[in-house]
């Protein structure tokens, strides 16, 4: 009976999730009624998202294949050009044709190393570039994956206001080193976001105090009872009979 049940109640969430994960705005906004369980809610949205990164992964798998024959071809024309600051000056041209009339082998030699650091100006540039594209690509993509993070941790912590503000202003940056550092990843930071602004902020300082600090000795603004005690005496001792 347990198994048909749960084979019951997935078909429930599945009929839910297909009556409303394409009920969209004219922004492609995800709308759900208002009076909606959160645990819908939330159901809903992780399957908006799933089905987006794999249309998303999809696209982005052919844009990748035709990118990798793009490159091929690029590469193969951009290795048989002469980069624009190895143009021989002059001076140059002059001393090669005259080595071309009276020495063809020195002529020759010339040529070949004249060649060769072009080939490797040449490379050096192109290197320089594809490295740069690919940061750069990292960079995007990083930033993208951190914005789905976040928002399906919002999802998941609807009581808890993390906002840009709050990432900024109010979670130290040591947190944020951790990832920059590739010590942990965006959502384990989240979490530790999440542990910071709900169990409270530890504070360090020299427990001890001054002792000739009356601010930071212990106790409160209400005296005890010896405190009490002793200030009776005091006031007895100041009165005159």
Known sequence: MGKT???NTDTEIAELVNEYVHNLDDKGKLQLPEDMPSWQKHI???EKRTRDAQAELSLEQNKFRQSEAKNAVLMETASTMVPEDFQLSDTELTELNTLKKNDPDAYRLKVNALEASALEAQQTKLTEMTTKAAEEATAAHTTKNRVTVLAEFRDANPDLSITDDVLVNDVPP???AGVTSGQYSYGEYLTKVKEYLTTGKTT???ETGDPHNMH??????????????????????????
């Open 44 to 46: 809903i949205r992780g």
């Open 216 to 241: 930071k000795l212990p106790g409160g603004q209400t005296p005890g009872k010896k405190a009490a005690e002793k200030a009776g005496q005091s006031d007895y001792a100041k009165m005159t009979f």
């Open 174 to 176: 040591r947190l944020l």
């Open 5 to 7: 049940k749960t084979s």
């Open 204 to 206: 360090t300082g020299d």
